[in-house]
């Protein structure tokens, strides 16, 4: 007899973003003249920057000729993109980072729900709350948590990020092995200085605990004194593993390309309390279970990086970062309160009543789709999540209509 793993039936529903299309899809479909205007997943709208796209025409070229054509590439990727992303992602800022530490692949959400496979099912999640809900979602499949009882998972360590402490939790109270960290933060945008980060840096070489640290939206970081990186901090290289990806820095959510560092001297411990290298353990799941990114792909990431790349990344960059101004200045005259939208894409506002219940309030009477905040954990109720990807009229069109809506307080 074939038996399910059950820890799949402890799973809330469906993903929450396929459950938010889910309930768009419907709207649209009983209000067929509504133009709805999606505020809700961080899903980018602006085309690939011309550096990116004539690269990766040049490469698909190179494809169509037997001389030129590539088969299996690396799993961990080209060594091409491998030392750029390493010179500029982590030399040039002073992070020791060498290019056989990043390993390319097709997404962070992949990454950041695959790493979890290197530990035992005995390890003790700590995750935020609110929070991504890929990092939860995949340690529950892999059988890390009890049942869920009045809003959260047993077993699992869920660390607040309210209003209170700045929407940047504190160290845990109780033991955790493994942590999860997301800063430029998504759901609610904060941001996390450096000295606090290395109290978690701290905390985890004490503690004989792993951070795996989602960096995902750096990009947006306009405030210079923020660490862009984990291993800007002293001592992260051993006790953390760092995803980024060019989903959201370079419009690749549709082209797919992301990478993980695995610095060679991270450790994690075997069940005599030996030391074990993460750097090989990835590499070997990677290889196994991963075929690489395509080689067109890959040169269109490398490009991200040529000169002209840069200033085209950043061009789109700036303009999602106005769209999120325009939210903000919306915000500040209807009286909402938020963070976020300064150095992330992402407006996290108080919306004073049930977050399922806003949503639906502006799904009906504005045609805006937001993400309630409850998706992302406990402490998202009462907020919802507004994403600044879009284009400036329709984020324009967007706030015109909420605040006709929206009372002022
Ligand atoms: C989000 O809206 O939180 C992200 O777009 C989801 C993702 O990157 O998978």
């Known amino acids: 007899m074939i038996t399910i793993n059950e820890h799949y039936l402890k799973l809330q529903a469906s993903y929450l973003f396929s459950d938010i299309a889910k309930r768009v899809a419907a709207f649209q479909e009983s209000n067929p003249s509504k133009e709805i205007i999606k505020l809700g997943i961080g899903d980018v709208t602006k085309g690939l920057t011309p550096a990116s796209i004539k690269a990766f025409h040049s490469a698909i070229d190179e494809m169509a000729d037997d001389a030129t054509f590539r088969g299996y590439g690396p799993e961990q990727g080209y060594e091409f993109l491998r030392q750029t992303i390493a010179g500029n992602d982590f030399q040039s800022r002073g992070a020791d980072i060498s290019a056989d530490e990043i390993f390319v692949s097709d997404g962070a959400k992949c990454d950041t729900g695959n790493f979890q496979e290197l530990f035992t099912q005995t390890t003790i999640i700590g995750l935020p709350d609110p929070v991504y809900p890929v990092y939860l979602d995949t340690n529950v499949m892999a059988g890390r948590s009890e049942s869920f009882v009045d809003g959260r998972y047993q077993g699992i360590v869920y660390l607040e990020a309210t209003k209170e402490n700045g929407f940047v939790p504190s160290l845990p109270q109780e033991k955790v092995d493994l942590i999860y960290l997301c800063f430029p933060n998504n759901p609610t945008g904060s941001t996390i200085s450096k000295s606090e980060l290395k109290t978690w840096v701290d905390y985890a070489r004490e503690h004989k605990a792993l951070i795996l640290f989602d960096a995902a939206y750096e990009a947006f970081i306009t405030d210079d004194s923020l660490p862009k990186s984990i291993y800007e901090v002293e001592g ?75 200033v085209q990344c950043k061009e789109l960059i700036d303009s999602y970062m106005n769209n999120a101004r325009v939210i903000c200045q919306t915000m500040d005259n209807l009286g909402y309160k938020y963070v976020g939208g300064k150095n992330s894409p992402y407006i996290w506002i108080d919306g004073r009543m049930d977050s399922w219940q806003f949503f639906d309030v502006l799904l009906k009477e504005t045609g805006v789709v937001c993400t309630p905040g409850a998706g992302f954990g406990k402490c998202g109720n009462g907020y919802i999540r507004l994403s600044a990807f879009n284009s400036l009229e329709n984020v324009t069109e967007a706030m015109t209509r909420l605040t006709g809506k929206l009372s002022p307080s």
């Open 236 to 310: 992260a290289k051993e006790v953390a593993i760092e995803f980024r990806s060019f989903s959201k820095s370079a419009g690749f959510t549709g082209t797919r390309c992301a990478y993980t560092v695995v610095p060679k001297e991270c450790t994690a411990y075997d069940s005599h309390g030996n030391k074990q290298l993460l750097h090989g353990l990835w590499n070997r799941r990677q290889s196994t279970k991963f075929n690489g990114v395509s080689y067109p792909v890959q040169r269109a990431a490398e490009a991200v990086y040529s000169q002209a790349g840069k």
